[in-house]
Structures are given as structure tokens and as C-alpha cells.
């Protein structure tokens, strides 16, 4: 015999479902309550649907008033002393009976608690997470001239709270100061951590930051006592400036972003891209084997360092890269009178390009002789 014609069989079924099941009429009085319902609240028929809670009048937002008017299925959250339910309400009529509220409530305490512990987590990593980002902002050296011999400036995007970009300027001796940008694969936490860690194997040289191989050598093995198992990897451009002799030095441990230096020649702007390579910090790396390139810098000359996050900004639309070309164009158009802020032009030129949130961090360093 089908169910629907054994109407003795239909309400076992109901009356013993685990799902809490209750019926109101017009006048939300309770008009039947299964079996589970009643052991969790007692039997309540004849009451009002929210005098079984315990509760002076009406939810705010009834489910079951909100059924019978727009004769939908509603839903609703709510706490009761000490426990939270679920209602899905629905709108019945029969006729000769008139238009009745069926409501199904389940206990999802254990779900709350666990939402409740888990925003309580999220909060205190996310202060957490704020915390590291200001430490990681403060961290990257102020745009200003340093011991008169170099002009700073710079602009840095990156694509998460916390990035893995990394830029940095200290002076080694009386005569000479290092620089570099670096771009640690990934994003996120990790590589923040990452750039922390390269910072301080730099700065933690001090005297013996002069001599470029050193410098490598010490971050090869620094990174390797971190016994680091995944393909992580930290890619850093360095330059050793002299500051009386003019003598710049550059070391390139995997950055694919070449240095390019701009020079003002009789008014007309020439940039030249310095060919230099090598292998990136990583796991698989154990002794430098990198090429030193010294140039010999004028006064007025700038050298523009950044990190593929600029010439990869993609733009979702067209399925084109920003490239090379857009960045050299950026340059050619502000090398006259904007050179106070071409980092920061050449970073909202890519992030404009890209339209959406950029998916990697940009930065830009622009340094020139003085």
C-alpha cells in the first residue's frame, strides 16, 4: 500500500523522525508535536509557538509568520538558552481547515560552537597577520637620500595582506653601502617569514656584506640550515654602491627581473638593461658560482630595480601581459618630470593594466646617483 493513502503509517513516520517537527494554525497556537520535539521542549500543544521557547512574544523575523505571507519556505537561526536550532518553515492549507505553518527544527549547537571557536581563532590570526603586515611595511627603507650619495624611492603592492617582496638599503663601511630586491616564490605567511629571514642574514653581516659572494655564500647557507622540503626558493639582485668612487657592483641570484639604468644624454633618455644571471637561493643550491658585474656610475644616473609581479600583471580580459614594452613606455613618458614618483607610477600603471587585484606582489625601486 503506497504511504500516502496509510495516513496511520504517515504520522509513526513523523511522530518518530529525529528531526524536530511541529504544526500551527493561523493563530501560531501548536497544533501537534512529534515525539522528539516534545522531549526537548515537553508538550506544549495549545500554546503559543513562542511561548515553547520560553519568550514573551514573537522572533524577530519569524520563519513561521514570514511562511504564512509570502507562502514560501523561510528559514531562520536561533539561540535558546543554551542551545541553537535551525527552522525551516513551510505554509500548508487544507481546505475547510485553513492555511497551517509546518516547522522543522534542528539542534545545531555543536555546529555554532565550533563556528564560534573557529571566528575566535580567525580574529586572533587575523590581528595576527595585521601585526606581521605592519612589521613587514615598517621593515622597507623610507624614501629619502641617504648619506648624500643616493636618492630612494619606491612603491610596493602586495597581491595578499603579506607579501614576499622585499626590498633594502644599509651601509657597510665608510665608503661603501649595499642594496637589493628580492621576490620569494609563493605568498602568504611562509614567504613573509622569508623575506624576515633574508633581511637579517643581510643586515646581520654588516662589515663583511662588502664583499658580494660572501653575501651569497652566507644566504646559501643560512637558507639550507632552515631544512626547508619544499620547492621554495628566494630570488635577490644586490648591489654594492661606492660612494666616493661611483663603482657599483651587482650580483643576480635568480631574479629574472634584469636592473635597468637610465641615463639622461644630452637630453634624451637611454635605458639599458644589465644582462646578469644566476641561480636563485634554494634547496638544490650549495656554493655560489655567480658573475659579479661592476659598473662605473655618473652622477644623475638612476637604476630601476623591480620584481615580476609588474611585467606579469595580467589583464583577464584581453589575456595580455604588461610586459616589458608598457614598462619601458611608462618610463619614456615621465623620464622628464616625474621621476619623483616613477616607482609609484610604474606600479598603478601595471596594477591599471592588470584591472582586477594583482595576483602577485609588485614592487619598485628606483635609486639615483647624486
Known sequence: MPIASNQKLMYEII???????????????????????????????????FEMLGLPGHCIDCAGIRTLRTKEIETKEFECGDKFYRIIASHVFVEEAGHFTIELLNDITDQKLLERDFLKHYN??????????????????????????LRVQSAYLPSED??????DILRVDEERCLFYIADVSGHGVRSALLTMFLRQVIRGMKA??????????????????????TEQYISVLIGLYNMK?????????????LPLVVEQDNRETVITEIKLFGMPICSLLRHPNHEIKILQMEKGDRLLLYTDGIPEALNGQTGKYFGMQNLLKVIMKNSENNWDKMAELIVQKAKSFAVTSPVDDMAALVIEIL
Open 124 to 149: 586572533k590570526l587575523k590581528g595576527d597577520i595585521s601585526f606581521a603586515k605592519q612589521i613587514q611595511i615598517t621593515a622597507l627603507p623610507p624614501d629619502k637620500v641617504y648619506w648624500n650619495a
Open 208 to 229: 663583511g656584506a662588502a664583499d658580494l659572494l660572501s653575501v651569497i655564500d652566507e644566504l646559501i647557507h643560512s637558507y639550507q640550515e632552515l631544512h626547508i622540503d
Open 245 to 257: 668612487t661611483r663603482a657599483l657592483s651587482l650580483v643576480n641570484a635568480g631574479h629574472n627581473c
Open 162 to 167: 603579506l607579501g614576499g617582496d622585499l626590498f
Open 15 to 49: 511522530e518518530n523522525m529525529s528531526t524536530m517537527v511541529r504544526v500551527m494554525d493561523e493563530q501560531d497556537t501548536i497544533t501537534y508535536m512529534n515525539k522528539r520535539m516534545r522531549a526537548e521542549f515537553g508538550n506544549r500543544i495549545g500554546c503559543k509557538c
